[in-house]
């Protein structure tokens, strides 16, 4: 199926490697992490003091305060080196397919402070395409500019800017998809959905100012524009995955934060509207997003961590084109809506062992035309992780550096809008009918971070 | 009343006194339970300090913190403002200190923190931090 909202859809989705791809995506994404032991370095803080797991991406509250006051804290004791590695090894063994076991993933982390005023974060990730060819990507990046500590009224807050290349990375809460890299697989998926085909996920730059008022209150507005087609090959995207060219872009997150040292809760709302031109001399689509998210999180002693975190995403399309299908009187949409939600519930014990359970819903309006071949694109899956983190803490070998040892099931229920006969195959022409549960796949991962 | 009586009665009451004096100075007499401090240790505090000698992370190390000079652990980059106090972590002092937000008790001071209004979660930090010696 072709992934441009706009071009007139093929009968027969091709490429079936694509398909599994777009599957797999939200199951490399989710067993690496960004934590960061560099962080660690910069504070003296332990990684378990920020990650619940002491590995992430999950934030703690007072993860959530470091990211949200630039991730410029530190411990007074003279400058650290910002800069640390985590190398993944993977077995993956699908239901269909060949399984491999193979270095899969080396990431550098450029993240630290440069002043009291400026830090970042920067990944540059290096990905075993198979064959043990390496792919390498500016993935997430995150610069900051704080001025902490203001007074207003006599609360303290923080204003800050970000200069980013992945709209909701920047959530202090790190609940958006692009920050949890959980967004739901999917065949159609909203703009903040990095799972999405023709994402804007690094392959956009944009900045937003934001503040945090009082512990309690954050807001932050921005805008994003496209990076050219060039500027993404450089960095290490296919341009067939261009976002297009976008106009009019504009990016809100607000959020309430509640810090009750033995329990956390927050509820937030994001948007993100664009004007986009896909391809980019093409005619304009007015895309909106609107979402919601609530997270708790019970921190207790730190011995039993429980966390659970609720995104909802709709996103109101409204077509550039209106193309006729492949019987005669079949005309798509010119509007329709798309909806991302995503159920996370953790568990973590000793802050070193621990159990996450996701359910990945993607859905939309019925368009026969855009969506071949049952003009839905609904694709549900869930995941179950076990994972093993034994470092990180403040009485572990090191604190500052950790392993993760982790093993995810990933399972599908519906995919392309059925859950038999996903890609709409003919039985007769004896080509091999695939099933939403032919993508489930098991991963065993080992990450490295230091 | 005799003279020997009323000698014996002061001698009583000053032995008394004595005793009762050196058992408040001593840190380790607390009323609370060290036990429940821990956790409240790990919930409140345990961020950005920890109990283990010389391991100091965004705040110094507490290991022996109770009868300590404030601003005084090497190693450690304190505040200017904690380090003029020149006061002692007593346990009434760590008791005042605690109960209200760390930048009112020391204005000027790099500690974040609310302060624990909870008495009895007051007690047992307090007295969980006098064993972390």
Not at chain 1, 195 to 211: E, P
Not at chain 1, 224 to 233: E, F, H, I, V
Not at chain 1, 241 to 267: E, I, N
Not at chain 2, 33 to 38: C, E, L, N, Q, R
């Amino acid at each position: 199926m072709s992934s441009r909202l706009n071009w007139r859809t093929s009968c027969r989705p091709r490429n079936l490697h694509l398909w599994y791809g777009l599957a797999a995506l939200p199951l490399l994404a989710s067993t690496t992490a960004h934590a960061v032991p560099a962080y660690a370095r910069q504070t003296g803080s332990a990684c378990a003091d920020c990650h619940a797991g002491a590995y992430g991406p999950a934030l703690t509250p007072y993860g959530m305060r470091f990211k949200a006051n630039g991730y410029t804290d530190t411990d007074g004791n003279g400058f650290k080196i910002p800069a640390a590695m985590q190398i993944t090894g993977m077995r993956t063994v699908p239901t269909q397919g060949q399984s491999t076991s193979q270095l899969s993933e080396a990431d550098l982390y450029l993240a630290g402070r440069i002043s009291d005023q400026i830090g970042g974060y920067v990944k540059v990730q290096s990905t075993n395409g198979g064959d043990n060819k390496f792919n390498t990507q500016l993935s997430d990046m995150d610069l900051r500019f704080v001025a902490k500590e203001l007074k207003f009224g006599g609360k303290e807050a923080t204003i800050g800017v970000t200069v980013n290349n992945n709209p909701g990375f920047s959530d202090p809460v790190d609940a958006l998809p692009a920050a949890t890299e959980n967004g739901p697989p999917t065949v159609s998926g909203t703009l903040l959905n990095p799972s999405s085909s023709n994402t804007l996920a690094h392959r956009v730059i944009g900045a937003s100012v934001y503040a945090l008022y009082d512990n309690d209150w954050y807001g932050e507005i921005g805008t994003y524009n496209s990076l050219p087609t060039s500027m993404q090959d450089h960095l290490g995207y296919s341009i067939a995955g261009d976002p297009g060219k976008l106009s009019d872009t504009g990016y809100v997150r607000f959020a309430y934060m509640k810090d009750l040292k033995r329990q956390f809760f927050s509820a937030g709302l994001v948007g993100l509207t664009t004007r986009r031109q896909l391809p980019r001399t093409g005619p304009t689509e007015d895309v909106t997003d609107l979402g919601y998210d609530f997270t708790y999180q019970y921190l207790g002693n730190r011995e039993n961590i429980l966390q659970l975190a609720y995104v909802n995403i709709l996103e109101r399309r409204r077509y550039a084109t209106t193309p006729l299908g492949a019987l005669p009187g079949l005309v798509a949409q010119p509007n329709g809506s798309v909806h991302d939600q995503t159920l996370t519930l953790s568990y973590t014990f000793k802050q070193s062992y621990g159990v996450v359970v996701s359910h990945l819903v993607s859905s939309g309006t019925h368009d026969i035309v855009r969506f071949v071949p049952y003009g839905d694109p609904d694709t549900t899956s869930n995941s179950y992780t076990l994972f093993w983190a034994p470092f990180g803490k403040d009485d572990s070998f090191t604190s500052i550096a950790n392993l993760k040892l982790a093993a995810t099931w990933f399972r599908f229920t519906r995919y392309n809008g059925s859950a038999t006969n996903i890609f709409g195959v003919d039985p007769e022409s004896g080509a091999v009918i695939t099933d939403a549960r032919d993508l489930d796949a098991f991963l065993l991962s080992a990450s490295v971070a230091f | 009343m005799s003279k020997w009586v009323t000698g014996r009665f002061i001698h009583a009451v000053f032995i008394t006194g004595l005793l009762v004096g050196w058992m408040l100075a001593l840190p380790v007499a607390r009323a609370g339970d060290a036990s429940a401090g821990a956790d409240v240790f790990k919930a409140e505090c345990a961020e950005c300090h920890s109990t283990k000698e010389g391991r100091n992370k965004k705040g110094p190390s507490l290991f022996g913190v109770v009868g300590r000079t404030a601003g005084t652990l090497p190693g450690y980059a304190y505040s200017d403002a904690m380090k003029q106090v020149h006061w002692v972590w007593s346990p009434e002092k760590l008791h005042d200190y605690l109960s209200q937000p760390a930048r009112q008790a020391v204005p000027g001071g790099k500690m974040k923190y609310d302060g624990l209004s909870d008495p009895k979660q007051l007690e047992d930090l307090i007295t969980y931090l006098s064993t972390a010696h």
